[in-house]
């Protein structure tokens, strides 16, 4: 098989290490309304806008807000992650990285990058990798939050390609789902027990190389 056209990247997790401070800004807001919020419940929020998570803590607690509140408690947890991330550098940048985007461009293969996270052009910039990407789709951009396929199909269609030329990297539940509905193949980085819908799992990008891509099932 031949190489993918492009290779759309997944930001919190797989480019950069911000999944433990998603986790701590949540924890807080969680512990102040006194809902129970584990690890594990946060495995279900990546991916999910700010929102759209915030709505899913008030629903694991049975707690209904006004619209209002939900909105005050979003802004309140993302004051906290601005806080902790404003102490970012290029070494947030996950291991295996950056050698292996600069692999893909060297061969050819166009680099995006499809996050829900309205901060990407914060983080970006902070780890230096705000020239990088071909395309950026990010929070800003969308309408609809993984799992739906829209943020990697707006990556696809800015590089002009179709999706099955495109393969997607995701550390998310609902990243995996959004990909495999936007017709890709995905790449899940993290564990295989948790990713099992990608066509493939690696634990980091350290762990992959174009013959990876060749072989994807
Ligand atoms: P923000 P990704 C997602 O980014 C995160 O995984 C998720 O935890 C977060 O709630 C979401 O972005 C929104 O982020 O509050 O910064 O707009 O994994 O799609 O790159
Ligand atoms: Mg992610």
């Known amino acids: 098989m031949s190489l993918?056209?492009?290779?759309?990247?997944?930001?919190?997790?797989?480019?950069?290490?911000?999944?433990d401070a998603h986790y701590k800004a949540w924890k807080t807001m969680a512990d102040e309304l006194g809902v129970p919020f584990t690890m594990?419940?946060?495995?279900?929020?990546?991916?999910v806008s700010r929102v759209d998570s915030m709505s899913r803590i008030l629903a694991l607690g049975e707690i209904e807000k006004t619209e209002e509140e939900l909105m005050d408690y979003t802004r309140r947890k993302n004051d906290i992650y601005l806080e902790i991330i404003s102490k970012m550098t290029p070494d947030d940048i996950l291991v295996g990285v950056k050698d292996f985007i600069q692999l893909l461009i060297d061969n050819g293969v166009e680099v995006a990058l499809g996050s829900s996270s309205k901060n990407t052009p914060t983080i970006l910039k902070a780890v230096g990798l705000d020239k990088t990407f071909k395309a950026v789709v990010d929070g800003n951009q969308v309408t609809h939050s993984k799992p739906h396929p829209e943020v990697f199909l707006k990556g696809a269609e800015r590089l002009g390609f179709e999706p099955k030329d495109c393969v997607v990297f995701e550390d998310a539940i609902s990243g995996v789902e959004a990909a495999k509905r936007a017709g890709m193949k995905c790449i899940g980085v993290g564990e295989?027990?948790?990713?099992?819908?990608?066509?493939?799992?690696?634990?980091?990008?350290?762990n992959i190389n174009l013959d990876t891509l060749r072989h994807l099932p």
């Open 40 to 47: 594990e419940d946060n495995e279900h929020l990546k991916g």
């Open 4 to 19: 993918p056209k492009a290779c759309i990247f997944d930001l919190d997790g797989v480019i950069v290490d911000t999944v």
């Open 192 to 206: 295989a027990e948790v990713l099992f819908d990608a066509d493939l799992v690696v634990p980091d990008l350290s």
